[in-house]
């Protein structure tokens, strides 16, 4: 009898689970560490709704306190396992705060002293009741942060970020409106929230360099087809020495340099510039509508960024303040800059080019 109650309350959420499950086993786009990831992920929200099935339909108090620690445990858990399953290079340090949490729910069963279940069977708030959703809101704000600041700025990451914002919003909010009675659509919400998510991201990879983040070559070619006239600059970008920490470090330490400065990259853009990763260790911006002096400013920052890291790249602009060149033209004369930039960083830095660029 609570196994089909169990269904008939959480089939809108197995269905949904299953269909990220596929989803996942048959992408081609995510590493197999991510991958591995995001299934314990959807088994996480599948064990939490059975604790939740079972905490409200219990009617024994020890037991209850147990799942009410165990579900208010939980939820920042879950969010801090999207962030690890989410964004690239997190670290250990990121479940702290939730396992502190836990920590505290563990005392709180004894205790009391965030939540505890009365000999009616109702909840009743301990001193420390609000930690849980500090957790959640904290846990939510970083997730929002990171996946921002290491988006390309177009509209459908900015989209998918938004969605994923206001479904984790709702969770700070609908306790204080429905109580208790939003634990038992917690679950599917996040579920929604993630594949939603998932595959606003699997569209958006058709356009993405899956290595660095940034927008492709045919990404490239296809937006400078849309409105030409409005580029107003083009700047290229060629990393110094990969070549080098390819062939005397490692294939794995050239990718982590062109990680590296494609986030300085990433950070220096501003709402009307676009970045690319067109090839190896070669990249494009797009400015539009943007003047000679925010274009310089732009070049100032990435060198500034790329200053603070142990990489170093060659930079050169081709600007077309009245709309009056080609493409092709305007590549040239960014091109032509850049190479002058990079003679001269290895004329300057007495190393060998041919070796090492």
Not at 53 to 68: G, P, S, Y
Not at 277 to 287: A, L, S, T
Not at 328 to 334: H, P, Q
Request: glycine share 6%; net charge neutral.
């Amino acid at each position: 009898m609570h196994f089909k109650e169990y269904l008939l309350q959480n089939w809108a959420l197995i269905l949904i689970l299953m269909a990220f499950a596929i989803s996942l086993a048959t992408t081609v786009f995510l590493e197999k560490k991510r991958i591995i990831r995001l299934y314990v992920l959807l088994i996480s929200i599948f064990v939490l709704s059975i604790v939740v099935f079972i905490e409200f339909n219990t009617e024994t108090i020890a037991l209850r306190n147990v799942l009410m620690a165990i579900r208010y445990s939980a939820t920042p858990l879950i969010i801090a396992l999207i962030i690890y399953a989410l964004v690239r290079k997190m670290g250990w340090f990121i479940w702290i705060p939730a396992f502190a949490l836990v920590v505290l729910e563990i005392v709180s069963i004894f205790t009391g002293v965030v939540t505890s279940v009365d000999e009616s069977n109702e909840m009743v708030r301990g001193p420390l009741w609000f930690m849980p959703y500090v957790m959640v809101g904290f846990y939510a704000f970083t997730l929002i942060f990171l996946l921002i600041k290491r988006s390309n700025k177009k509209a459908i990451e900015i989209i998918s970020i938004a969605f994923l914002t206001f479904a984790l919003g709702s969770g700070l909010v609908l306790p204080f409106i429905f109580k208790g009675d939003y634990a038992s659509i917690f679950c599917v919400t996040m579920a929604v929230a993630l594949f939603a998510y998932y595959e606003f991201q699997i569209l958006s990879l058709t356009k993405k360099d899956s290595l660095t983040g940034l927008l492709n070559r045919h990404a490239y070619f296809a937006d400078i087809s849309n409105d030409p006239r409005s580029i107003s600059a083009l700047v290229s970008i060629d990393m110094n020495g990969l070549k080098y920490i390819n062939d005397n470090i490692s294939h794995v330490a050239g990718d982590e340099a062109l990680i590296a400065i494609s986030l300085c990259f990433n950070r220096a853009l501003k709402g009307r510039e676009t970045g690319y990763r067109i090839g190896g260790d070669e990249f494009i911006i797009v400015c539009r509508k943007t003047s000679e002096e925010e274009v310089i400013a732009l070049v100032e920052r990435i060198k500034k960024n790329v200053s603070e890291t142990k990489y170093t790249c060659a930079i050169g602009y081709g600007l077309n303040l009245k709309g009056d060149k080609d493409i092709e033209a305007l590549l040239i004369e960014s091109d032509a800059r850049m190479y002058e930039d990079k003679e001269r960083y290895y004329r300057e830095s007495g190393i060998e080019r041919r070796k090492n660029s």
